[in-house]
């Protein structure tokens, strides 16, 4: 896959050998735009082409996690988490069109059957009775993997809160007046996503494999995260159930899994919770840290101690400037590929900024706690706790700074962006060069997220959905729900500006 004539043309005029849009100046709103258009086509263009369905020699709907290669014959596989995400991607992609992008919704069609298939494989982990919609490992015609070196980290518990997930996204999208599938939703979705729903309800918050390191068995806050999600979008009873808490309150950070000992291989320090928080993305529900809202304070704290952990790990964080984001890798544990930084956390850093930035301006206040100060005071040293409303010199003043804090950390990934615009799966931690294996999936969906953010791009509401939940497209922004202030107490703070103070 290469640059688009244009592209190129557009390289040589401004004098570029390499990546046309790799800057080292201030943000420039212009270049982040450029870079993250330049990006989005190719994404699609790999999910689409080069690792997934008939093109790869799959079955329609199979999407494997990179460009097949012969050196990484090991990802010649379809693995149930990350074409998860691929499809939500797909899904989201065809709400922008209306449903006028055909050839989308053809492969939509195709993924959700792929989905139905995986539940009914008789595996290793069992049949649909007995484990096997655990099973997170498929070849690629949907078949069991029958070597167990093979299906490292399989059985997954993340499976099917996943897969119910997808299914119930595209059925909100097939219930819209417009599409008027109402039928189809209740004789083929929902029995497949019952079967996943009464999986969730019986399995709550069991221990599986851990996300990113398999010989670790213990519980996992990616896993509960998109089980509380499942349930709560697809039934009641998710709102009936508790929900385990991963917080670390004497450090403010989520962490990823209940195993906590580092002799055991985790700290609890990783990216799964900041994809979490751009995947659970929803302005309806405000800042709520529940749901870790990308602007709640725990997301914005864990944020700064997660990104504080990967900076002094990786010795290219050292030598980038305050105004951005350091890179931030899987965990700090992490050994593959050398243990390297991950292209999806750091695009997922920008994206949770512009999520945030979007739901304060539909809120018209930052609420600064105790929790997210110390966050605050990167973008202002004197901040204090309390809410502050828009058009005041403080609210102002984090906004511009926040914003392009997010654009300096895509204009330096720019920067190390391969010339071709396909990205890795990994960063040299050392260097900053691009390497390991080519087109991974999660660096595609990544830019896609990243963009639809910096284009203030608002979701369909997975929280308070329904029939007509339609997305806000770029250009066309408009405010959603009125999002109603819990303390209406008014207060004047230093220099005159009104604050509202939340009982510190």
């Given at each position: 896959?290469r640059?688009?004539?244009?592209?190129?043309?557009?390289?040589?005029?401004?004098g570029v050998?390499?990546?046309?849009?790799?800057?080292?100046?201030r943000?420039?709103?212009?270049?982040?735009h450029?870079y993250?258009d330049s990006?989005?086509?190719?994404?699609?263009?790999?999910?689409?082409?080069d690792i997934?369905?008939p093109?790869?020699?799959?079955?329609?709907?199979?999407?494997?996690t990179?460009i097949?290669?012969?050196?990484?014959?090991?990802y010649?596989?379809?693995?149930?988490r990350d074409?998860?995400?691929?499809?939500?991607?797909?899904?989201?992609e065809?709400?922008?069109?209306?449903?006028t992008n055909?050839?989308?919704?053809?492969?939509?069609?195709?993924?959700?059957?792929a989905?139905?298939?995986?539940?009914?494989v008789?595996?290793?982990a069992?049949n649909?009775f007995?484990?096997?919609?655990?099973?997170?490992l498929?070849?690629?015609?949907?078949g069991?993997?029958?070597?167990?070196?093979?299906?490292i980290g399989?059985p997954?518990?993340?499976?099917p809160?996943?897969?119910?997930?997808?299914?119930?996204k595209?059925?909100?999208?097939?219930?819209r007046?417009?599409q008027?599938?109402?039928?189809?939703v209740?004789?083929?979705?929902?029995?497949?996503?019952?079967l996943?729903?009464?999986?969730?309800?019986l399995?709550?918050?069991?221990?599986?494999?851990?996300?990113?390191?398999?010989?670790?068995w213990?519980g996992s806050?990616?896993?509960?995260s998109?089980q509380?999600r499942?349930?709560?979008?697809?039934?009641?009873?998710?709102r009936?159930?508790?929900?385990?808490?991963?917080?670390?309150?004497?450090?403010?950070?989520m962490?990823?899994?209940?195993?906590?000992?580092v002799?055991?291989?985790r700290s609890g320090?990783g990216?799964a919770?900041l994809?979490?928080?751009v995947?659970?993305?929803?302005?309806t529900?405000?800042?709520?840290?529940?749901?870790?809202?990308?602007?709640s304070?725990?997301?914005l704290?864990?944020?700064?101690v997660?990104?504080?952990?990967?900076?002094?790990?990786?010795?290219?964080?050292?030598?980038?400037?305050?105004?951005?984001?350091?890179?931030?890798?899987?965990?700090?544990?992490?050994?593959l590929?050398?243990?390297?930084v991950?292209?999806?956390?750091?695009?997922?850093?920008?994206?949770?900024?512009?999520?945030?930035?979007?739901?304060?301006d539909?809120?018209?206040?930052?609420e600064?706690?105790?929790?997210s100060l110390?966050?605050?005071?990167?973008?202002d040293?004197?901040?204090?706790?309390?809410?502050?409303k828009?058009?005041s010199?403080?609210?102002?003043r984090?906004?511009v700074?926040?914003?392009?804090?997010?654009?300096?950390?895509?204009?330096s990934?720019?920067?190390?962006?391969?010339?071709?615009?396909?990205?890795?799966?990994?960063?040299?931690?050392e260097t900053g060069?691009?390497t390991g294996p080519?087109?991974?999936?999660?660096?595609?969906?990544a830019?896609?997220?990243?963009?639809?953010a910096?284009?203030?791009?608002?979701?369909?509401?997975w929280?308070?959905?329904?029939?007509?939940?339609?997305p806000?497209k770029?250009?066309?922004?408009?405010?959603?729900?009125?999002?109603?202030?819990n303390?209406?107490c008014?207060?004047?703070?230093s220099?005159?500006?009104e604050?509202?103070h939340?009982?510190?």
């Amino acid at each position: 896959m290469r640059p688009s004539s244009f592209l190129l043309a557009l390289a040589a005029a401004i004098g570029v050998t390499a990546n046309p849009f790799a800057s080292t100046k201030r943000a420039d709103s212009a270049a982040v735009h450029a870079y993250l258009d330049s990006l989005v086509p190719v994404a699609l263009d790999v999910l689409a082409n080069d690792i997934g369905g008939p093109s790869i020699g799959a079955d329609p709907g199979v999407l494997i996690t990179l460009i097949p290669e012969e050196e990484h014959p090991d990802y010649n596989i379809y693995w149930l988490r990350d074409a998860a995400l691929g499809y939500l991607a797909w899904i989201g992609e065809l709400e922008l069109s209306d449903g006028t992008n055909k050839p989308l919704r053809a492969l939509v069609d195709d993924s959700v059957h792929a989905l139905i298939r995986t539940q009914h494989v008789v595996s290793l982990a069992g049949n649909i009775f007995t484990g096997g919609l655990e099973e997170a490992l498929f070849d690629l015609q949907i078949g069991p993997i029958t070597n167990n070196n093979e299906r490292i980290g399989s059985p997954a518990a993340d499976g099917p809160p996943l897969r119910a997930v997808v299914l119930i996204k595209y059925a909100e999208w097939l219930l819209r007046p417009e599409q008027n599938n109402g039928t189809w939703v209740a004789d083929v979705l929902w029995p497949a996503i019952d079967l996943d729903l009464r999986w969730i309800a019986l399995h709550w918050n069991e221990s599986s494999w851990d996300l990113w390191w398999a010989p670790v068995w213990g519980g996992s806050y990616w896993t509960s995260s998109v089980q509380y999600r499942a349930l709560r979008a697809g039934a009641r009873l998710g709102r009936q159930i508790g929900r385990k808490s991963f917080w670390n309150p004497e450090k403010g950070f989520m962490t990823e899994t209940t195993i906590t000992n580092v002799s055991e291989g985790r700290s609890g320090i990783g990216a799964a919770p900041l994809t979490v928080s751009v995947l659970n993305f929803d302005p309806t529900l405000g800042c709520d840290p529940a749901t870790f809202q990308p602007c709640s304070d725990r997301a914005l704290s864990s944020l700064k101690v997660v990104g504080d952990a990967f900076k002094k790990l990786f010795p290219i964080n050292q030598v980038l400037p305050s105004n951005q984001s350091p890179y931030f890798g899987f965990f700090l544990e992490d050994q593959l590929y050398g243990g390297q930084v991950q292209y999806f956390a750091s695009f997922n850093v920008a994206e949770q900024i512009f999520d945030a930035l979007i739901t304060w301006d539909l809120l018209g206040w930052i609420e600064v706690t105790g929790v997210s100060l110390k966050f605050f005071q990167e973008f202002d040293k004197n901040i204090r706790v309390g809410k502050y409303k828009k058009g005041s010199k403080t609210y102002e003043r984090l906004t511009v700074a926040l914003n392009e804090w997010a654009e300096n950390t895509l204009l330096s990934l720019s920067e190390r962006t391969p010339a071709d615009l396909i990205l890795p799966l990994v960063m040299d931690k050392e260097t900053g060069k691009p390497t390991g294996p080519r087109g991974a999936l999660r660096s595609q969906v990544a830019v896609l997220g990243a963009h639809n953010a910096y284009n203030h791009v608002i979701p369909p509401s997975w929280a308070n959905g329904g029939q007509g939940n339609t997305p806000k497209k770029p250009g066309n922004k408009k405010p959603g729900k009125k999002l109603i202030a819990n303390d209406q107490c008014g207060m004047i703070g230093s220099g005159g500006e009104e604050q509202f103070h939340v009982g510190f």
